[in-house]
């Protein structure tokens, strides 16, 4: 097992992605979550494709692991945050790659089935996440939620 790292600390004004690995995002939940992240101070990138619908699923496998390893990847990306949980993550664990997530040392955050996916970071990256906030509720990020995950994508 590699030795375990915390995931790096982001700056103020730092690009955040927003990800579906996991079931459907409601519009208006996106839409709040998204206003609070950027009233938070940051800047927010989404997928075209963030909305896909596949039965109980944010879209088809491929397209959910494709969108996390696509974030992973981007240098451009400073942290990724969950949208909601659900159903589906560990249905992805195959398609993605540990050494990247462990060199991106990118904040994951998110709960939930998310936990799946931090576990497999874990294990297999031997990279912390953070077991936060989402964009599943309306208003979610509001107040201390907010705050706290302020502080703890700061570092």
């Known amino acids: 097992m590699p030795v375990v790292l915390c995931a790096r ?5 730092a690009r955040i992605a927003i990800a579906a690995p996991a079931g459907p995002v409601d519009p208006e939940a996106l839409a709040s979550g998204r206003q609070a992240l950027e009233r938070l101070g940051f800047e927010i990138v989404v997928r075209d494709d ?6 109980y699923l944010a879209g088809a ?7 996390l390893m696509e974030f992973v990847r981007d240098p451009e990306i400073d ?11 560990q249905r ?16 994951l955050v998110g709960y939930s089935d998310i936990t799946t996916l931090l576990l497999w970071q874990r294990k297999f990256a031997g990279l912390l996440g953070i077991h936060g906030p989402m964009l599943e509720k309306k208003d979610g990020l509001e107040g201390e939620a907010g705050s706290a995950l302020v502080r703890a994508l700061q570092g």
């Open 79 to 89: 942290a990724i945050v969950c949208a909601r949980g659900g159903y589906g993550c």
């Open 50 to 55: 963030l909305l896909d619908r596949d039965g």
């Open 61 to 67: 496998d491929e397209r959910r692991a494709v969108e």
């Open 9 to 13: 600390a982001i700056r103020p004004g």
């Open 92 to 107: 992805i664990l195959d398609s993605l790659d540990a050494a990247a997530f462990r060199k991106a040392a990118k904040p």
